[in-house]
């Protein structure tokens, strides 16, 4: 795709403006594709499974080819705007940014998420749960604890359960990062009567807490004898909704472009 392509996308009115910017990335269960540009966009790459091997030469040609059009649009409409890059001072900026990067990092929200993700894998490595092989229905025979009617007969599912866990488990933390980066400094205050973009991030985070909860409240049920650790879980993940609901107040009343209104 080079960047004539990408303006004709651009300029095709059937497409929600911004709606992969407060979506959940998980276009395979996604109601908006025929409406997303970034759907259509990465299409291209996704019909090839090459590209999306880290192996592959072909992945690291489309990962080249993205950036090479990004940087071609970038300096066109720098040129329609007057600007120089070689004029501006990219230092300063850089160390503030960086500044600002430890801080979110060492955010209360932030470490918290970052400990969920963290509490995933020990749950499933744990010696006691049968490892994450009990994704693969092959292997629920030797998944002892399993009770393998929830597993094979209706919704919900072990494996999509897990499914829904492991698909949020970084996503919470990265949407958090952002939520918390865009409340500091003067980033939001600057567009004052706009929607918060990190209203909007924390949005998403929320919605992927509530999901996980619930997700988690189910596996339950798939290993009753670790009830403890599952509770510890999803306690975790509650206390980090309250602490993210208290910091982002309006948070839940952002409206996702498409997904809360159109
Ligand atoms: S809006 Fe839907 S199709 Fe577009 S990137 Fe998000 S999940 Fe994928």
């Known amino acids: 795709m080079n960047k004539d392509d990408i303006k004709k996308l651009a300029a095709n009115e059937k497409f929600i403006a911004g709606i ?16 997303c540009m970034n759907f259509a966009m990465t299409r291209e790459y996704d019909d090839d499974p090459e590209t999306s091997d880290i192996n592959n030469e072909k992945f690291w040609q489309s ?52 400990k969920y993700y963290q509490m995933v894998p020990e749950f499933f490595e744990s010696e006691y749960v049968p490892s994450l092989q009990v994704v693969d229905k092959k292997h629920v025979e030797n998944a002892s604890e399993l009770q393998k009617s929830d597993v094979l007969d209706g919704p919900p599912t072990l494996d999509e359960m897990v499914e829904i866990i492991f698909w949020y488990q970084h996503f919470i933390y990265v949407k958090l990062m952002r939520a918390v980066r865009g409340t500091l400094g003067n980033a939001d205050e600057e567009w004052d009567d706009f929607p918060k973009d990190s209203d909007g991030s924390a949005k998403v985070a929320l919605i992927a807490i509530d999901r996980s909860m619930a997700a988690w409240g189910h596996m339950h049920r798939f290993f009753p004898s670790h009830q403890d650790q599952i509770m510890a879980i999803i306690v975790h993940l509650e206390r980090l909704r309250n602490r993210t609901e208290t910091l982002f107040p309006d948070a839940r009343k952002f409206a996702r472009p498409g997904f809360d209104e159109v």
């Open 20 to 35: 992969y910017n407060y979506c959940d990335r998980w276009c395979e269960r996604c109601a908006f594709t025929a409406r």
């Open 63 to 114: 990962i080249s080819d993205i950036f090479k059009v990004t940087r071609e649009l970038l300096e066109e409409s720098a040129e329609e705007l007057g600007i120089d890059f070689d004029d501006i001072d990219f230092e300063e900026p850089a160390r503030e940014e960086g500044i600002k990067e430890k801080m979110t990092e060492n955010h209360e929200c932030c470490r918290a998420a970052k």
